[in-house]
């Protein structure tokens, strides 16, 4: 198997997961999969979303809901009114909601919102 058939094989099984972990709406992962498509970009994303699993976590969910909502957050990600993620049929919508599930938002000391391409390693708490 080539690594795109490993991918497709990945972005199947990823919507599937994502999608029975009720996170979003209803028809929800058949959006995902059409923008998607075979964008090996936003297949290999979706497999980190995937793995890190945060969509089955409600507490994170509910956490993400709650930043998205900040007057000084400018994210495209919405929800709807059971807090379920709405997906719309867009790349630069889905890319931005890949980017939330894969947790590589984050914001500095000054407020300044970033996206990072590589993993965030956690420091030791202080102490």
């Given amino acids: 198997m080539n690594y795109r058939e490993r991918l497709e094989?990945?972005?199947?099984?990823?919507?599937?997961?994502?999608?029975?972990?009720?996170?979003?709406?209803?028809?929800?992962?058949?959006?995902l999969s059409k923008v998607i498509g075979t964008d090996k970009r936003l297949m290999r994303r979706l497999a980190s979303a995937y793995a890190k699993d945060l969509y089955k976590n409600d507490i994170w969910l509910t956490k993400l809901k709650q930043s998205s909502e900040q007057p000084d957050t400018n994210w495209l990600i919405k929800f709807d009114e059971r807090g379920k993620i709405v997906v719309e049929d867009n790349k630069k919508y889905i890319g931005e909601l890949l980017t939330l599930l894969e947790e590589k938002r984050v914001k500095t000391l000054d407020g300044i919102e970033y996206d990072v391409d590589g993993e965030l390693i956690s420091l030791p708490a202080a102490g």
């Fill in 9 to 31: 094989t990945i972005k199947g099984q990823a919507i599937k997961a994502i999608t029975a972990s009720s996170c979003l709406i209803e028809g929800g992962g058949e959006i």
